[in-house]
């Protein structure tokens, strides 16, 4: 059962139901538990989405993803690799890092088309790279720094794109309540 948001951090602000949900992340294991509850709302086809500056905690919160998920070993940036695929029990997770993109004919070219919305989860480190290309996810999750609180500290932003999303959101808000 994952916890709840207000304990991956301090605060988890009201917002409209179908508006987005802030986060604030003290520490990169806050980021971890955070993930560790949306992890519990990944299916098949599910596109996540994940924005921020470099050195945000993208990849960070995608190691958490898979930790909570069962996987043991080493998560690595697929930022040269482009693409890092996970077998896990009950999909396959494809960490995609288009920072290094050049356009988005390269990503189709790959095939990396093929691997997103379908039976696996796609976890999409700067989506923006390939924007007019890909399908429209259904979670959004920015992450940016949070100066006044200190080196360590982030702000996360989700906001969903699709029904599913809008569901993960809900549940991750009636988890935050319940605390
Ligand atoms: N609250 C936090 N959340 C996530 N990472 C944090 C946090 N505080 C400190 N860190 C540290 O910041 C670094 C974030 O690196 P990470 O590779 O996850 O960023 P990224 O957003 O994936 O960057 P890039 O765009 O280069 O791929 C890690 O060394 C991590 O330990
Ligand atoms: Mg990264």
Redesign the pocket.
């Known amino acids: 059962m994952s916890k709840p948001v207000s304990n991956a951090s301090s605060t988890a602000k009201p917002a409209p139901d179908s508006g987005p949900l802030t986060v604030a992340?003290?520490?990169?294991s806050?980021?971890e538990r955070l993930a560790a509850q949306v992890a519990g709302e990944l299916g098949p086809g599910f596109v996540l989405f994940l924005s921020?500056?470099?050195?945000?905690?993208?990849?960070?919160?995608t190691r958490g993803l898979l930790r909570a998920l069962g996987y043991p070993g080493r998560v690595k940036?697929p930022?040269f690799t482009l693409v890092e695929s996970y077998d896990l029990s009950k999909f396959q997770l494809y960490h995609f890092?288009f920072?290094r993109l050049s356009s988005d004919r390269d990503w189709l070219d790959a095939g990396f088309d093929d691997l997103v919305g379908g039976s696996g989860v796609a976890v999409i480190?700067?989506p923006e790279r390939a924007a007019a290309s890909l399908p429209p996810p259904d979670l959004r999750l920015r992450?940016e720094f949070d100066t006044a609180g200190g080196e360590?500290?982030?702000v996360a932003r989700l906001e969903a794109g699709s029904p599913r999303g809008l569901e993960c959101l809900r549940r991750l808000r009636a988890a935050s309540a319940a605390c």
């Open positions: 992340l003290v520490d990169a806050a980021t921020g500056d470099l050195g945000a905690g993208k990849t960070t919160f940036s930022t890092d920072y480190e700067w992450l360590q500290a982030r």
